[in-house]
Structures are given as structure tokens and as C-alpha cells.
């Protein structure tokens, strides 16, 4: 009798909690304008941790920090990390103070004490309902790593190294603009268009 009392008195607070839930969400909607309450933010910091395999927090960096694995990590950062992230790791863009949550300051703490395995399995894998997409079907596993090491040295980063990163992303950005803009005559091939 005492099992059955404890699962009704479970599921009375489940549907409670359910129940101020959905009037709360009708009150206020999903907007990624509010700050995240105390309780998504654990929720989410305990949710990854939940998301990530405990295997994946024994994997060690299998790449040495070398000159030429930070330089290149640096790169693919800006080209491909700091339109959310920023040149210096602190999510302070227009996108990624406008995500919900907002991207991580990768100088901070909480990323920091992460293992490497696990930067790696969020970094490949990405993290379900925020703006952390999967990367393991575009990057290497080195390009990965790289990225891993790359975040590791981003509590020390230079103004001279975020100068050649804003570099290396208007090169880049100008580089896509020019493959853009060839026209459909411009193909080897292509049949002239008929305006």
C-alpha cells in the first residue's frame, strides 16, 4: 500500500510540474531574447554531461599542441568557429549573444575543466537545442583535436593572434564572395543564358 501511494504521490508531482510548465510557456512563449533562469543553466551544464559518454571523458588529446597544429586550429577557428564563439573564445557576436543559451565563454572555467574528450565529443557530435551543430561529418578527427588544443590556449591568446585571425576570416569570406560570384556562363560548358 505504501508503493502505491509513493508512485501516485510521484506522478501528482510530475503532472504538477508539467501542468506549470505549460502555463508558464503560454504565459511567456520560447523566446531566446530572456536570460536563462539558474534552473535551465544547471539544467543544461547537467544535461551535457548526462549527453556526453563516459567514455569520451577518458579520451586523452592524441595530437601535441605543436606550432603548426595551433596555427592551423587557429585558422579553421576563425573560418569556421568565431561568427559565434569570437576570435577570443568569449561568444561576445551578434550571434552568439543572441542564442538560447548563449555560446560559452570558452575562456571560462566550465569550459576549461572540461576533459579534452569531451570538448571533442561536443565538438563532433554538437549539442541538442542550442546552436552547437555536429562537426564530425565536415571535420577530420585532427581538424577536431586541433580545435580541442586550440581551445585549451584560448585563456592566452594574443592581440596578435586575433589580428591574423580576423585576417584569415576576411581572406576567406572574400574568397567565398569571389566563387560566388561567377555566373552560370562562367563554367566550363555552361550554355549562355538568354535574358
Not at 18 to 35: I, T
Not at 44 to 51: N, Q, S
Request: hydrophobic share 35%.
Amino acid at each position: 500500500m505504501a508503493k502505491r501511494t509513493t508512485r501516485l504521490l510521484i506522478v501528482m508531482v510530475l503532472l504538477a510540474g508539467v501542468g506549470y510548465l505549460v502555463l508558464w510557456v503560454r504565459q511567456h512563449g520560447f523566446s531566446a531574447l530572456e536570460k536563462p533562469s539558474r534552473f535551465e543553466q544547471f539544467l543544461a551544464r547537467h544535461a551535457r554531461k548526462i549527453a556526453t559518454p563516459s567514455g569520451a571523458r577518458e579520451l586523452k588529446n592524441p595530437y601535441p599542441a605543436t606550432t603548426e597544429n595551433l596555427a592551423s586550429a587557429r585558422e579553421h577557428f576563425a573560418e569556421h568557429c568565431a561568427s559565434c564563439h569570437g576570435f577570443d573564445g568569449r561568444g561576445n557576436t551578434v550571434i552568439g549573444r543572441n542564442l538560447y543559451p548563449k555560446a560559452p565563454d570558452m575562456t571560462d572555467a566550465q569550459t576549461q575543466n572540461l576533459a579534452d574528450g569531451e570538448l571533442y565529443y561536443i565538438i563532433h557530435n554538437g549539442v541538442r537545442f542550442t546552436g552547437m551543430p555536429a562537426w564530425g561529418g565536415e571535420d577530420s578527427p585532427e581538424e577536431i583535436w586541433n580545435l580541442v588544443t586550440f581551445i585549451r590556449h584560448l585563456p592566452g591568446i594574443t592581440p596578435e593572434e586575433i589580428q591574423r585571425m580576423q585576417e584569415a576570416a576576411e581572406a576567406g569570406s572574400h574568397a567565398e564572395k569571389d566563387k560566388g560570384s561567377h555566373t552560370h556562363q562562367d563554367r566550363p560548358g555552361a550554355k549562355p543564358h538568354k535574358h
